[in-house]
């Protein structure tokens, strides 16, 4: 068990630009989620998959956001036409009922977006 | 899920019991109380969770009280590595793992050498 990773830890791009973000979570885990979290404030959810289908999502996750998880496994997290209210750490966890009874939800590092 | 209501901050002498409160008046009986911590510029670490009985494992104690109303998360011997932000979560029906956890602002937890 080699935790939740994600990619790249940190990305500073220019409002307007695109940019695109993955998760890898624990393997055997069927379910992952986003979230976000601003300053000073806890993660806000934005989306879930069960295997590759994307089942809820936020109202936080406007048209700019999409989010696929393909084959089931890894997942990725695109923004298209970022704005600096994107700006904000982006969370991947993971969890499974089958292994931990509970679906207790397992995080990643998170990926620190700065939006100029 | 439930709305919970932590206190903003909280000192505890490194070496001592920190004792984290949590309000949960109005969980559900099938929602689970979940614990998470989030030390500085690292994501949410899974603590401890439970329904009706409490619970210890290896970072912590969870006492819930009998009309499920309120919790407290113990760290039995706070170190310096234990200061963080700790939420208080009331899970979905489904444990957390259907839905998305809800997370409010936390308690920030100093450990005060």
């Known amino acids: 068990d080699t935790g939740v990773s994600q990619n790249p830890r940190h990305k500073i791009t220019k409002r307007g630009q695109n940019v695109t973000f ?4 624990i393997s055997e885990h069927n379910r992952l989620y986003w979230y976000r979290q601003t300053l000073g404030q806890g993660p806000e959810f934005l989306t ?6 994307q089942l809820e999502k ?9 989010a696929e998880r393909p084959k089931g496994s890894f997942s990725t997290l695109e923004i298209q036409r970022t ?3 994107d700006s904000a750490m982006y969370l991947c966890a ?13 995080f990643g590092p998170g990926t620190r977006l700065l939006v100029l | 899920d439930a709305k919970t209501t932590q206190p903003t901050s909280m000192d505890c002498a490194e070496g001592r019991a920190a004792n984290l409160p949590c309000n949960h008046s109005t ?3 099938n929602e689970y109380v979940y614990w998470y911590r989030q030390i500085h510029s690292q994501g949410p670490q899974y603590i401890i969770h439970g329904l009706k009985n409490n619970e210890t494992n290896e970072m912590a104690s969870l006492i819930i009280t009998e009309d499920r109303k309120s919790s407290t998360l113990i760290l039995p011997h706070a170190t310096l590595r234990d200061t963080a932000v700790y939420y208080c979560i009331g899970g ?4 957390g793992g259907a839905d998305g956890l809800t997370f409010g602002k936390g308690t920030h937890l100093i450990i005060q050498p």
């Not at chain 1, 993955?22 to 979570?25: A, I, K, T």
């Not at chain 1, 936020?58 to 999409?66: I, N, P």
């Not at chain 2, 979905?92 to 444990?95: E, V």
């Open chain 2, 92 to 95: 979905s029906p489904s444990g």
């Open chain 2, 27 to 29: 969980i559900s009986g």
């Open chain 1, 94 to 106: 993971s969890s499974s009922r089958r292994t931990s009874g509970t679906g207790t939800q397992y």
């Open chain 1, 22 to 25: 993955r998760c890898d979570p």
């Open chain 1, 48 to 53: 879930y998959f069960q295997n590759e289908a």
């Open chain 1, 58 to 66: 936020s109202r936080l996750l406007s048209d700019r956001f999409s």
């Open chain 1, 83 to 85: 704005e600096q209210g």
